[in-house]
């Protein structure tokens, strides 16, 4: 999740307490060392990245070796693991795929892959730790191509597991599985909004964080137990670096945010926790824990809005398989 500065805003559906403050420095407000020095992209109204349809077919194949790591770290997950073990298979898809780490070296990290256990949130630092049934493990990586001019273009993709399979508590399920449905409810309201169905803010960039609010918010009336969001953590535009305008929020605010349209490209990534969203950085510069100990999920996808719908660029299948519960259906560029 790319760090941002808090902004005002209105709480829509529900109170939530206001975290203690910002963890750490920002990575966001520092200068990129993946900064690309090709020629300018096109910007829109609001500076966002509008790619080519080609641009768009260019982040499919760095989407699509983010599947794969996604593939082999469900793959080789389990308990006696170590994290570090873990990172060396992601450092292997990479490489064998003729691609790049934009997570190694992102201002240091030492790893392709973010792995946070448990009451971790993002950014957990891959090491020694050996994994145990039932820890609830959240894999965050990415992979950049090169196109012939030396461009950049970025995947971003994060998805939640339990190790063993069993989940140790109904409340490791409900975070993990709403956080996951969060996802796909806001994939499905871009969708929608770039097929020209609703009106207002339900076609402006915000519908994501309308969407994940919405969720929590009905889950907590089902089941008794409102989940945090995550605040200080969104998602971003990607394209020819991994964290690019515009910041994409999982709650609801006032402003509707710049109309979705097509050639935009975002990394919608749900942060939810058990507990209170407030969340605190370690000594270690990067690894973020819920303050008050509660378990966190997170779910990923790089999505491009394309003309009439989206192409769930680090889904395998396009989002086919995530998007059939609202009847909608993928636009794969040919
Ligand atoms: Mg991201
Ligand atoms: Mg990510």
């Known amino acids: 999740g790319r760090l941002l500065k808090r902004t005002t805003r209105l709480r829509m559906l529900r109170p939530v307490p206001v975290p203690d403050g910002l963890a750490g420095t920002a990575p966001s407000h520092r200068p990129s060392p993946l900064h690309t020095t090709q020629e300018a992209p096109v910007l829109s109204r609001e500076q966002i990245q509008i790619?080519?349809?080609?641009?768009?077919?260019?982040?499919?194949?760095?989407?699509?070796?983010?599947?794969?790591?996604?593939?082999?770290?469900?793959?080789?997950?389990?308990?006696?693991?170590?994290?570090?073990?873990?990172?060396?298979?992601?450092?292997?898809?990479?490489?064998?795929?003729?691609?790049?780490?934009?997570?190694?070296?992102?201002?240091?990290?030492?790893a392709t892959v973010c792995i946070s256990v448990n009451d971790e949130v993002v950014h957990g630092i891959p090491g020694e730790r050996v994994l145990a049934d039932g820890d609830l493990v959240t894999f965050d990586c990415g992979a950049y191509i090169l196109d012939e001019d030396g461009t950049q273009w970025h995947g971003d993709a994060a998805f939640t597991t339990v190790v063993g399979g069993t989940y140790l508590s109904e409340t490791d399920r409900l975070v993990d599985t709403t956080t996951r449905q969060a996802l796909w409810e806001a994939i499905a309201a871009v969708a929608r909004a770039a097929a020209g169905e609703g009106r207002g803010r339900q076609l402006c960039l915000n519908a994501v964080g309308d969407a994940v609010e919405t969720v929590v918010a009905d889950v907590a009336e089902r089941e008794g137990h409102e989940l945090g969001i995550l605040q200080e953590y969104v998602g971003h535009g990607i394209g020819t670096s991994m964290h690019m305008a515009p910041d994409v929020l999982n709650y609801s605010v006032k402003r509707r945010?710049?109309?979705?349209?097509?050639?935009m490209v975002l990394a919608i990534e749900p942060m939810l926790t058990a507990g209170s969203p407030a969340t605190r950085e370690l000594d270690d510069g990067w690894t973020v824990v819920t303050r008050d100990g509660s378990h966190a999920a997170q779910w990923e996808h790089t999505v491009a809005i394309v003309p009439g719908g989206v192409w769930v660029l680090t889904a395998p299948d396009g989002g086919a398989e995530g998007l059939a519960p609202y009847g909608i259906e993928p636009k794969a560029l040919g």
């Open 51 to 110: 790619k080519t349809p080609e641009q768009v077919r260019l982040m499919r194949r760095a989407g699509l070796v983010v599947a794969d790591i996604h593939a082999a770290l469900r793959e080789a997950v389990r308990a006696g693991i170590t994290t570090a073990e873990l990172d060396a298979v992601s450092a292997g898809v990479i490489e064998a795929a003729g691609a790049h780490s934009n997570f190694l070296g992102y201002y240091d990290f030492p």
């Open 257 to 263: 945010g710049p109309r979705l349209r097509p050639g």
